[in-house]
């Protein structure tokens, strides 16, 4: 036993998840009630509630009304109040009476969002205001010793340890694929109305039998076979094919015959390697979110109205910060905007409050292209 213990003791590999850090630098103001001439109270008090601000300023637009009604209760108490766990450094700039009974405190603060998806709330939110992409698990695997030749099961692993992270996850029933292109991958997940599409493939293989150190035998003669999963994942937006996470690993498993062994280096090489896709989909959520972005807006009408749509539709959308028009042909003009919003955002922006004079219909929207056609 203790040498079977050594055995797969050998077969482990560490894993350690690197984070990159994403930081905001935000001004903010708090304020303190006076109470019985307590200065240093009110003080206290008024620096606590700046550095609750500048969480608030940190995570922007995470926090946002439709979050805030959807009984995220775990929003105050885990989030916004932890400024001890997402402030990295403060600076006190102002602080002093405003009246008899006020004392406001002004801070410049460093609020680190690195972190945050790490927390099941924070993750919640996150793939809330990303407009809950729908994301297809796509998956193929090799299995070089004869077991069953292909077949899907790294797509079903994936897609379920996405879900045991996150029931808010939007995703479709797994798929397997026989054309591992990417280009496939991207086109088959757009024609399903997925935004996202993530590949998994996994070549399966049987290790040379081992030797066990200072035992004078093999795997094979303590009963045991060793197998290695060779797992690659890719994923990507279906509209842009922007593909924004890249990962490969390697997992070991073992147990008392091949097949087994096999499923075991798969499972746990999933669960390694989809901590990552987690992070990578997070870091690209967010950067989306936090600093300026373009999305596609395809607009078909008449010539003569898109000057006049071109020149209104920066002024009547929150968020929009240039407009760039790129081609009109056949009565269909493409146009970039620069903005802080995802196509989501900016089509319930377009919904609620219109454009005067233009009347549109919003016929395709996904995070990163809006398709309008003008009605007048």
């Known amino acids: 036993m203790l040498l079977y213990a050594i055995a797969i003791a050998l077969l482990g590999i560490l894993y350690i998840p690197l984070q ?44 946002s009304a439709e979050t805030r009604v959807d009984n995220f209760s775990v929003l105050e108490d885990h989030i916004l109040s932890r400024t001890d766990g997402y402030i990295r450094s403060y600076e006190i700039i102002k602080h002093g009476l405003i009246d008899e009974e006020t004392y406001q405190v002004d801070i410049e603060a460093v609020v680190e969002l690195g972190n945050l998806h790490k927390r099941l709330d924070a993750l919640e939110l996150l793939i809330t205001h990303a407009g809950n992409p729908y994301i297809m698990c796509m998956g193929r695997d090799v299995y070089t010793y004869g077991k069953e030749g292909t077949r899907d099961l790294s797509a079903t692993l994936l897609r379920d340890y996405l879900l045991r992270k996150s029931a808010r996850f939007n995703l479709s029933a797994p798929m397997r694929i026989e054309d591992g292109s990417l280009a496939q991958a991207a086109s088959v997940g757009f024609e399903q109305g997925a935004d996202i599409v993530v590949r998994v493939e996994a070549l399966v293989g049987e290790v040379p ?34 593909v924004f996470a890249s ?51 395809v607009v078909a009408g008449e010539f003569d109205r898109m000057e006049e749509f071109e020149n209104a539709f920066p002024y009547h959308v929150s968020g929009v910060e240039k407009i760039y028009r790129r081609s009109y042909n056949k009565g269909v003009a493409v146009f970039d905007i ?29 995070p990163n292209r809006i398709q309008l056609q003008i009605l007048n």
């Open 209 to 242: 039998d081992p030797a066990v150190p200072f035992s004078g035998t093999s795997l094979k003669g303590l009963g045991l076979y060793s197998a290695t999963a060779e797992i690659r994942i890719e994923a990507l937006w279906t509209d842009t094919r922007e």
């Open 338 to 366: 620069r903005c802080k919003e995802t196509g989501f955002t900016i089509a319930r922006d377009i919904t609620a409050k219109g454009i005067e004079g233009i009347d549109l219909y919003i016929v395709q929207v996904s």
């Open 20 to 63: 990159a850090d994403v930081l905001s630098r935000v001004k903010a103001s708090g304020l303190g009630y006076i109470a019985t001439g307590d200065l240093a109270g009110a003080f206290a008090q008024a620096k606590k509630a700046a550095m609750r601000e500048a969480v608030e300023l940190g995570v922007g637009t995470l926090i």
């Open 247 to 297: 990962l490969v690993h390697s997992e070991r498993g073992a147990d008392v015959n091949l097949a087994s062994a096999g499923d075991k280096a798969l499972r746990n090489g999933i669960e390694k390697i989809s901590g990552k896709l987690i992070s990578r989909l997070a870091e690209n959520w967010r950067e989306k979110m936090y600093s300026g972005r373009l999305v596609r807006l």
